[in-house]
């Protein structure tokens, strides 16, 4: 209802030993909905908490498992199966002049990987200011502060 994303949880107990990555099974499965990518982010309690999620892309066209990638400074780290750690955030997918997403390639069910060749559509110097961005997709307006503060996700 008024969510910004949809919750994902962990679907198996995990324990986190050290302060490698760990890959995360959600037991949920994409396609997207149709002109959509997502953006995977953790929890703010997830955070708190002292496990970092860290984000990631999910590609409109990937059909496999959506997994969360996560660490912790201070193991061991227990995660419960079904404890809600991430969000799932659905953003407009850029689209081409003929339709064909950006990156013209099929993602399948292949994860943590990359498609395409890099490309920068949009830059902008970070000053002490906040930097804020308006993108106009289908009609629709989009503004936003570009620069989350954290020094670590820049949107």
Not at 72 to 79: G, L, R
Request: proline share 6%; charged share 10%; net charge neutral.
């Amino acid at each position: 209802s008024g969510s910004a994303g949809l919750d994902l949880a962990a679907s198996q107990s995990a324990i986190i030993q050290d302060q490698s990555v760990n890959i995360l099974p959600t037991r949920v499965y994409g396609p997207l909905p149709a002109g959509f990518c997502a953006l995977l982010i953790g929890c703010s309690s997830t955070s708190k908490a002292g496990l970092f999620v860290l984000p990631g892309v999910i590609d409109t066209n990937y059909t496999g498992e959506i997994k969360i990638m996560a660490w912790t400074p201070t193991s061991p780290c227990t995660i419960p199966a079904g404890e809600h750690i991430a969000q799932l955030i659905l953003l407009p997918n850029v689209q081409g002049e003929k339709g064909d997403s950006v990156l013209g390639q099929q993602r399948g069910s292949a994860g943590f990987g990359s498609t395409g060749l890099p490309r920068i559509f949009w830059t902008q110097k970070v000053t002490t200011g906040q930097p804020m961005l308006t993108c106009k997709v289908n009609g629709r307006v989009f503004t936003g502060l570009v620069d989350t503060g954290a020094d670590v996700s820049i949107i």
